[in-house]
């Protein structure tokens, strides 16, 4: 079966930082090829790229995952129908998320505990991933519900209609990263994007800065002379290949018709294919970012859109790359070795037959990718990609 993946490989060099760190505050790394790489999780980066959605897409097209989405139903809800209090609100749309997705709404027993203050609002037991047109569903079906009595939602019709409107027209992110409630598998929805947790393409050892703070407001005549604080930060810099695959038709089934009704119905799969290519390559976690500044962007990509099964290049670096004067440091070495692996696999497994191929590279070090494909900049790549990614769809 003819199938449409689009693969994303980057190689990115990143100065000494901290992007992810693990529970002791040191940056996370992995055993690949025998040594010690540098790696930022899969979750790290798919956070960042969601994040970089809202740089791009309109906040209609893209949801919202927290656990206090009684809350954020309810606000909707107190804009439809004013005359409905707060408490009430919290309720409606507690009772409304349960009938929609069979998960508790409850207040917190933290919260309950206090009993300080007014009470807080319900909340799910876990991170909850609606879009703003569910939302929006919910609340209009909320109001309807008000003063209606407790039995409304028990009606079967209702609760079709409120799972309807919890599992259609998913926004962009949703339809991308996927959506898992524990207590409704039903309306879960398989992710159409793979991220694979970046990591180094060399050997590395994480190193420590020892700093200091001054206190501005010391009497160097009759305090002390020490630092106001002292500590230390953990950090590293490394060379890394980051990879990415999107199922181009689960992607569009997810979408299904999109969010808007005069558009060609290519479009809403096109847009978001185009949107997660962007936001995964220009998108940074932000880990420490205030004390490393690493603000960098890959300097070589290799974008692929294949008809069968994806296919991580990896690989190439088992055996970690190690510098060397003569030959520069290591993204050069990287971009060789991938250059001369990418053919050989292909030509192995049979995949070099029509694979769409294009290159984004910066600077000689990138200059042996040069003849795996189309080189283009961004906007270009961008552009061509979505009307490859539309023709295909357009023809399924």
């Excluded at 292909?346 to 040069?370: C, D, F, H, M, S």
């Excluded at 080189?375 to 990614?389: D, K, N, S, Y």
């Amino acid at each position: 079966m003819t199938r449409t993946i689009l693969e994303v490989h980057a190689l990115q060099t990143v100065p000494p930082s901290c992007l992810n760190r693990d529970d002791t505050g040191t940056p996370k790394s992995a055993v690949y090829g025998g040594v010690r790489r540098a790696r930022v999780s899969s979750q790290a980066w798919k956070r960042a790229t969601r994040r970089s959605f809202h740089d791009v897409l309109d906040p209609g097209e893209l949801g919202v995952r927290t656990r206090k989405v009684a809350e954020l139903l309810a606000e909707r809800i107190v804009r439809l129908d004013g005359s409905i209090e707060q408490a009430q609100a919290w309720a409606l749309a507690a009772e409304t998320i349960q009938t929609a997705t069979g998960s508790k709404i409850e207040t917190p027993k933290r919260a309950a505990k206090d009993k300080q203050g007014p009470p807080p609002a319900p909340e799910s037991k876990y991170l909850m991933f609606l879009s703003a047109h569910q939302l929006d569903g919910l609340a209009e079906l909320a109001v309807k519900a008000h003063g209606v009595g407790a039995d409304h939602f028990k009606d079967k019709g209702v609760k079709d209609l409120a799972k309807r409107l919890a599992n259609s027209r998913h926004s962009v992110d949703i339809a991308l990263f996927g959506r898992m409630v524990a207590d409704g598998a039903d309306i879960n929805v398989d992710a159409a994007a793979q991220v694979a947790h970046a990591i180094s393409v060399h050997r590395v050892d994480n190193e420590s800065d020892y700093y200091t703070a001054v206190d501005d407001y010391k009497n160097r005549e009759t305090d002390d002379l020490g630092a106001g604080m002292i500590g230390t930060v953990e950090f590293n810099s490394a060379t890394l290949y980051r990879y990415a695959a999107v199922d181009v038709d689960l992607l569009r089934r997810n979408l299904g018709k999109g969010l808007r009704d005069d558009e060609p119905l290519t479009q809403p799969v096109r847009r978001a294919a185009e949107t997660f290519v962007e936001c995964f390559l220009t998108s940074l976690p932000t880990g420490k970012i205030n004390t490393f500044g690493n603000h960098t962007l890959p300097e070589a990509v290799v974008i692929k859109i294949r008809s069968t099964r994806p296919v991580s290049f990896v690989g190439a670096f088992e055996e970690p790359c190690r510098t060397d004067p003569g030959i520069g440091g290591h993204m050069r070495q990287a971009c060789a070795v991938l250059a001369d692996y990418i053919p050989e696999i292909e030509e192995a497994y049979g995949l070099r037959q029509e694979v769409p191929t294009w290159i984004l590279r910066v600077g000689k070090n990138t200059e042996a990718l040069a003849p795996l494909g189309e080189q283009r900049t961004l906007q270009q790549l961008i552009t061509e990609i979505g009307a490859e990614v539309a023709q295909r769809q357009d023809g399924a």
